[in-house]
Nanobody, 123 residues
Framework: QVQLVESGGGLVQAGDSLRLSCVGS????????MGWFRQAPGQEREFVAG????????YYGDSVKGRFSISRDYAKNTMYLQMNSLKPEDTAVYYC????????????????WGQGTQVTVSS
């Protein structure tokens, strides 16, 4: 069974940092683009960050540029999202996703999705 499983969410205060992990299983994701999305209650799903299959290109949503950093470890079939200077507006469920094409990932129609991990930032 092919799966993406997120972890690392939690309750933190504004200004704190968190690192989310997304572990793939069932197949290698080394040739896939991967990324992070988030969804807050009552809001649409929002693109947070993406990384191409080689890791050579990274992309960020405007609201997280300069604060979040995406990376991947091919040996561990894992992707990370380092989140610094967290703000209350970063509160959401964070989902990881993977797709053979970055265009598919970015459109939100990825082949694979995780179940989500909750991030709550208090003021």
């Amino acid at each position: 069974q092919v799966q993406l499983v997120e972890s690392g969410g939690g309750l933190v205060q504004a200004g704190d940092s968190l690192r989310l992990s997304c572990v793939g299983s069932g197949r290698t994701f080394s040739r896939d683009a991967m990324g992070w999305f988030r969804q807050a209650p009552g809001q649409e799903r929002e693109f947070v960050a993406g990384i191409n299959w080689s890791g050579g290109r990274t992309y960020y949503g405007d609201s997280v540029k300069g604060r979040f950093s995406i990376s991947r470890d091919y040996a561990k079939n894992t992707m990370y999202l380092q989140m610094n200077s967290l703000k209350p507006e970063d509160t959401a469920v964070y989902y990881c996703a993977a797709d053979q094409l970055y265009s598919g990932l970015r459109s939100g129609r990825s082949d694979y999705w995780g179940q989500g991990t909750q991030v709550t930032v208090s003021s």
